[in-house]
């Protein structure tokens, strides 16, 4: 319900986030990667991995629990820190294309680009990992994250450092759902 409760903040949320100007960062990592078009494959790996956590939680609610807790809890942060920190995109973006939320959801007329800190698809991968059990599983989904990270900072619609706090930002909202469920 309360991930429900965000969907009627959402939209006027980020008009105001897209129309208010923001500081643009040096980033030398961006400098040192190629810039290419990976859409695809980079929502092929997010929408693959939330498929395959949602088939491993269904049949164990209190981790399924922990982990929308811990999703809500991400968002309400991201809000925050996308509140605190206006910046511009990085110079050299390439517009990322999310073949299905681009088809369900029309936020504002325009391209969102300025919901910059921290990295949300990265932070979410994160999240996954954290929520699945076992070696393997942690290990594939820690893969996949760093290399959603990279395709990101590669499609430029990120700045270095919001991939790298993105994961400490999961961490600290799946703790945060661990306290609220006990667990």
Do not use: C, N
Not at 89 to 94: N, R
Not at 118 to 139: D, E, K, Y
Not at 146 to 165: E, K, N, T
């Amino acid at each position: 319900m309360l991930l429900l409760g965000l969907l009627p903040v959402v939209p006027g949320f980020y008009h105001f986030i897209q129309a208010r100007p923001g500081w643009l960062l040096a980033d030398p990592l961006l400098d040192l990667l190629p810039v290419r078009d990976v859409s695809v494959l980079t929502f092929t790996l997010i929408y693959g991995a939330i498929v395959a956590t949602l088939v491993y939680l269904l049949p164990r609610p209190q981790l399924l629990l922990r982990a929308l807790w811990a999703y809500y809890f991400l968002q309400v942060l991201r809000m925050a820190t996308l509140w605190l920190l206006p910046l511009e995109p990085p110079t050299t973006l390439l517009m990322l294309h999310d073949p299905v939320m681009d088809r369900i959801f029309a936020v504002t007329t325009q391209p969102i680009v300025r919901d910059l800190f921290f990295s949300g698809h990265t932070a979410t991968m994160a999240l996954l990992m954290l929520a699945g059990r076992g070696r393997r599983w942690r290990w594939a989904l820690g893969l996949m994250t760093v290399a959603v990270g990279l395709l990101v900072l590669v499609q430029r619609v990120h700045y270095s450092y919001d991939v790298l706090a993105a994961p400490f930002f999961a961490w600290g909202a799946y703790w945060l759902a661990g306290r609220v469920t006990k667990q």
